[in-house]
């Protein structure tokens, strides 16, 4: 499970062999945890609050390309 990006609220990481569709995880540092689609930045799995997942959906936004690649490279 590599952690791409760490920020201030939350960690962003994604996994290897993970199912469909594209998504990444976002760690909130209490714990709880959200997946969100990459092409839709859309929360797949969770219960966090939009506006708690705001700085990871801004930085996905801007990253979008390289969180694409990376999952490929992880998910063949």
């Not at 962003?12 to 945890?33: K, Q």
């Not at 839709?40 to 801007?62: F, S």
């Amino acid at each position: 499970m590599p952690t791409l990006v760490r920020l201030a609220v939350c960690t962003i990481t994604m996994y290897a062999g993970d199912h469909l569709p594209p998504h990444f995880h976002v760690r909130m540092n209490d714990g709880r945890e959200a997946l969100v689609v990459i092409e839709t930045l859309t929360v797949l799995a969770g219960a966090i609050k939009p506006r708690e997942l705001a700085e990871a959906v801004a930085w996905a936004h801007g990253n979008r390309p390289a969180l694409i690649q990376k999952w490929q490279e992880l998910n063949p």
